[in-house]
């Protein structure tokens, strides 16, 4: 990670966002990153829950074992196999049997959409989850997610259709919260024209979030452009200096 583009940020992050909490990033690496692997635990768990502790400066790594939640497995690449009820788990359940979150209308829909899902690259390598103010120069991260109010949110997203043609250069895809900050926005930083992902929609992984608050995923290189123009923006007007007053309330 190059030190100056980390300090340069986080400046302008003070700058035009005040105290507004500092991102995240990911990246998947063959080392730990030099910090102990999240240990499996016994019955439920959840990667979003557990990111609480990353937004307050722990570093955390992952690796296959690491994760127990089948969604989360999916979605960072580590397991893409279905097991057989996870299409009534994600419609409409089997009586006394399989409780159905009635996120799909039927079993055959789930089918249809699990077919699209891509299969990360990760095979051997560790989830490392860091807190962008602390990132130093052998990190290198592919993905930059903020946990935002609608102020900030607002903010980021005319920030990222700042030098676009097209009106669609945020999306927000379907699928489990881990899905929304890790499969999406890591597939689009492969692209020549990366988009950002808005998410945290998932009724599932809402608890684990503050009320209010969703996330905004940002490809690396999208993220590196984004952060060259700030000083140009409408970030240096009188229309956001209106709204920065409301990020605290």
Known sequence: MNNDLKDRFIDLWRKYFDNSEFPITFYFSRSSGGVTRVEPVNGWSCLICDLAKVRKGETLSYNVDSIMC????????????????????????????????RYKISPDVVDETQKNLVKLPVDGKNLI??????????????VVIFFAKPEVLSGLFTLANFDQVDPNGVITPFGAGCGSIIHY????????NPKCVLGMFDPSARPCVPVNTFSFAIPMKKFIKMISYMDESFLITPTWDKVKPRFNK
């Open 129 to 142: 989850f860091k807190r962008w103010d602390k990132l130093d120069e052998m990190d290198e991260p592919e």
């Open 185 to 192: 926005p890591y597939l689009e930083n492969n692209k020549e």
């Open 70 to 101: 089948g969604g989360a497995k999916r979605y960072t690449g580590y397991n893409v196999e279905m097991n057989s009820t996870f299409r009534y788990f994600l419609s409409y359940g089997i009586e006394g049997q399989v409780r159905g979150e």
